[in-house]
Structures are given as structure tokens and as C-alpha cells.
T-cell receptor, first 115, second 117 residues
Framework: ETGVTQTPRHLVMGMTNKKSLKCEQH?????MYWYKQSAKKPLELMFV???????ENNSVPSRFSPECPNSSHLFLHLHTLQPEDSALYLC??????????????FGSGTRLTVV | AQSVAQPEDQVNVAEGNPLTVKCTYS??????LFWYVQYPNRGLQFLLK??????LVKGSYGFEAEFNKSQTSFHLKKPSALVSDSALYFC???????????????FGKGTKLSVKP
């Protein structure tokens, strides 16, 4: 275990459903991230939270809605998704988003399938 | 803007042979460079990083990488491959000089390493 836990591991949802992905870290990190991983494409940075405030939103469709209630928890709320949104969604954390020399610690991801 | 390229979708190596997974980068300032490995159905695991100092960086599981500033490369290497090294490998870069969106960790598309017995 890396210290970053994502639930659920797998999720199948219809296009009219509403679901949420959860990420939790107890590493004392202050920054958290959502990435989308699709086959044969670079990891896409979706959202960045630093000290519980959103500092980055890379033109993600509004059907994805993040929430960071505290520095240990990050959610990704999903509604009216499209089949092309099927992917592995990865959560990551780092001690401080401004420390360039740091890497990120990743969770195992949630495999999302939209039917 | 910063970017990273992994020119090979897949690398095939026989067990016991040396392996190289290629990575080139582009940044405006000085780069911070990382390698991550992803096993099936798992998240990315940190292997090694270059921040400053010695151009040859040693990391987990016997991997190493060499920073080459003139060629803007950071190739991942291992002297003797194992079947268990088969996985997806990601190179990533951060630009030393930028904050905000340009300071985030940017990943390549990944290279699948297949090591055959």
C-alpha cells in the first residue's frame, strides 16, 4: 500500500447515474490530484487541490465535479457521463504542490466503465 | 510549456539482457525528472528521480537513469532484466522555474516493457 487509498476499485455506471469516487491519504500531504488514464494516451491531469483549495482545472467537462473537504480526502463526483469517460481514474498526493523536487504518491485507481 | 515524450509504445527484452526505456523532455528552465512504474490494475509507483547533482541516478529494483542535458533525455536502464520487470513505465517532468499549471508534474504516454524468459 502506498498510503493513498481509492474506492471503489471498479465501477460500472449508466450514463444517467450519479456516483462518486473517493480518495484518502494519511501521509500528511497538502496537495491532492485527480488524473485520468486512458489507453495509449498520456496521463491527463484533471484537478489539483492545494491546502483544500482548487488551484487547477484543466478544462474538464462539468459532468466531473471534484470536492476536497479536508487535506486527507478528495472526491470526484460523476453525473451524466459518456462512454468515452471510461478510464482508470488515479488519485495522487504530494507534500506541497509548490515543491518542484517532489514526486507524487499514487493510489491504485478506480477502473470506471460507462455503459 | 513543458512536455515529455516516450517514443516507444513497447520494448521487448529477453530476461538477463540489459534494457533501456527512452524519455526526452522539454522545459523552459531546469527539469525535475521522474520515472514511475505501473503494474496491472495498480497505481503508479515511484522508481527514481533527478533533481540535481550526479547525472546517473539509482532507484528501486536495480533501475537507474541517466540525465543528459545536451540531449534533453532521461533514459531508464537496468543491466539485467527480470520477467517481473514487465510493466508500464512512465517518465514525468516538472519545470523548476514555474508555479501554477506549468509547475505540475507532466507525464508521458508510457512504455510497455515486456521481458520474456
Amino acid at each position: 500500500e502506498t498510503g493513498v487509498t481509492q474506492t471503489p476499485r471498479h465501477l460500472v455506471m449508466g450514463m444517467t447515474n450519479k456516483k462518486s469516487l473517493k480518495c484518502e491519504q494519511h501521509l500528511g500531504h497538502n496537495a491532492m490530484y485527480w488524473y485520468k488514464q486512458s489507453a495509449k494516451k498520456p496521463l491527463e491531469l484533471m484537478f489539483v487541490y492545494s491546502l483544500e483549495e482548487r488551484v487547477e482545472n484543466n478544462s474538464v467537462p462539468s459532468r466531473f465535479s471534484p470536492e476536497c473537504p479536508n487535506s486527507s480526502h478528495l472526491f470526484l463526483h460523476l453525473h451524466t457521463l459518456q462512454p468515452e469517460d471510461s478510464a482508470l481514474y488515479l488519485c495522487a498526493s504530494s507534500q506541497d504542490n509548490n515543491r518542484r523536487g517532489q514526486g507524487y504518491t499514487f493510489g491504485s485507481g478506480t477502473r470506471l466503465t460507462v455503459v | 510549456a513543458q512536455s515529455v515524450a516516450q517514443p516507444e509504445d513497447q520494448v521487448n527484452v529477453a530476461e538477463g539482457n540489459p534494457l533501456t526505456v527512452k524519455c526526452t523532455y522539454s522545459v523552459s528552465g531546469n527539469p525535475y525528472l521522474f520515472w514511475y512504474v505501473q503494474y496491472p490494475n495498480r497505481g503508479l509507483q515511484f522508481l527514481l528521480k533527478y533533481i540535481t547533482g550526479d547525472n546517473l541516478v539509482k532507484g528501486s529494483y536495480g533501475f537507474e537513469a541517466e540525465f543528459n542535458k545536451s540531449q534533453t533525455s532521461f533514459h531508464l536502464k537496468k543491466p539485467s532484466a527480470l520477467v517481473s520487470d514487465s510493466a508500464l513505465y512512465f517518465c514525468a517532468v516538472r519545470d523548476e522555474d514555474y508555479g501554477g499549471s506549468q509547475g505540475n508534474l507532466i507525464f508521458g504516454k508510457g512504455t510497455k516493457l515486456s521481458v520474456k524468459p
